[in-house]
């Protein structure tokens, strides 16, 4: 091990790795820009899920399992963040970790365990690092437990139906078409680490911590900005707090407040057009929480944020109610001319 958990030797040991141990450059380089393709294919796997019903019954457990996924994820990129000490680094881990002392009556107390003294100090790097280790063996066992619920019920498809007469089997297509995405990958990552290495980084955590100087600004890697635009966006610092943490957790409610009879969006030309209308809205949550805390930054956050709540809680319920009652003015439609359709299809139970 070449990585000192330590506040005097952190960031030298980062720069020895990379200057002095052999391929050390490429282990680093690889490591963190692996981390954010996982992001990338993560958020795609769950705005096909999102786009396709995949949380609706009898995949609740499965989405669950797969929300729970993403939080791990996100406290294992935060902890590691933290690990090369640059002034991102120690800003970052006390701006995160001082939310806590939003919490009312212990809060301030929960903050100081987890530093392990009244600041960022040796022992926040020692167990950091301990959990950053030891995370991503509690993300696999999640991960197998997703596997498993998903071959419970089988995989949904585009069509939103269960009927498995029309598949094809997993070897060799399937195997083949992610061998092509695969490669395609290797590729695209190849061209980060060697020519753009630092692209999805930020240049101030090469730059030691300073306790006694504050950077410009204070952001989190490229895959927090949309949770980090939703803290900043609420001046409450508990309500933010809790915005933050239910913008996660909010995903939970999907497989109740979408109250279509039909999974998926492929059929469902309003639930396609709020769909993309949350896709963009995410994005710009992304690119205000890499800007300054500022007007007209702040005004467009709050809005966005707003938006992004109200997704869940009103447009997917509401979008699933109008279809409905379309579909069944439809079929009253088709029967008082003697058509064969039924007055009510629930499509989850086909």
Avoid: C
């Avoid at 992610?178 to 955590?205: A, E, K, Q």
């Avoid at 109200?310 to 003697?338: C, H, M, Q, R």
């Amino acid at each position: 091990m070449h990585y000192q958990p330590h506040v005097d030797f952190a960031f030298n040991s980062v720069e020895h790795i990379m200057r002095d141990v052999n391929n050390g450059w490429a282990i680093r380089y690889t490591h963190a820009n692996v981390a954010s393709f996982f992001f990338i294919f993560v958020y795609l796997h769950i705005a096909k899920g999102l786009y396709y019903g995949s949380y609706k019954s009898p995949r609740v457990l499965l989405w669950t399992i797969g929300v729970i996924i993403l939080i791990v994820m996100i406290g294992t990129a935060f902890l590691g963040y933290v690990l090369p000490y640059g002034q991102m680094s120690l800003w970052g881990a006390t701006v995160i970790t001082n939310l806590l002392s939003a919490i009312p009556v212990f809060g301030q107390d929960l903050v100081e365990l987890i530093w392990g003294g009244f600041s960022v100090s040796n022992a926040t790097l020692n167990r950091f690092f301990s959990l950053h280790y030891l995370l991503p063996f509690l993300l696999a066992a999640l991960v197998v437990a997703h596997l498993i619920l998903l071959h419970t019920h089988g995989s949904n498809n585009p069509n939103g139906i269960s009927g498995s007469g029309d598949r094809y089997a997993f070897h060799p297509y399937f195997v083949f078409k992610d061998l092509v995405t695969i490669f395609l990958f290797f590729l695209v990552l190849s061209i980060m680490v060697f020519y753009y290495p630092n692209f999805l980084g930020h240049s101030d955590n090469y730059i030691p911590a300073n306790p006694m100087q504050t950077p410009a600004s204070i952001v989190p890697e490229w895959y927090l900005l949309p949770f980090y635009a939703i803290l900043r966006s609420i001046p409450n610092k508990l309500l933010g707090v809790l915005a933050m943490f239910g913008a996660l957790l909010i995903f939970l409610i999907l497989p109740y407040s979408d109250l279509s009879r039909i999974r998926g969006a492929s059929f469902r030309p309003l639930m396609k057009f709020i769909f993309w209308l949350f896709v963009t809205d995410f994005i710009i949550l992304m690119w205000i929480g890499s800007q300054h805390p500022e007007t007209p930054y702040v005004e467009i956050g709050q809005v966005a944020t707003a938006f992004y709540f109200l997704w869940f809680i009103l447009l997917v319920p509401v979008a699933g109610i109008l279809e409905n009652t379309l579909f069944d003015l439809a079929t009253i439609s088709n029967n008082k001319n003697d058509s064969p359709l039924p007055t009510s299809i629930n499509f989850n139970k086909i």
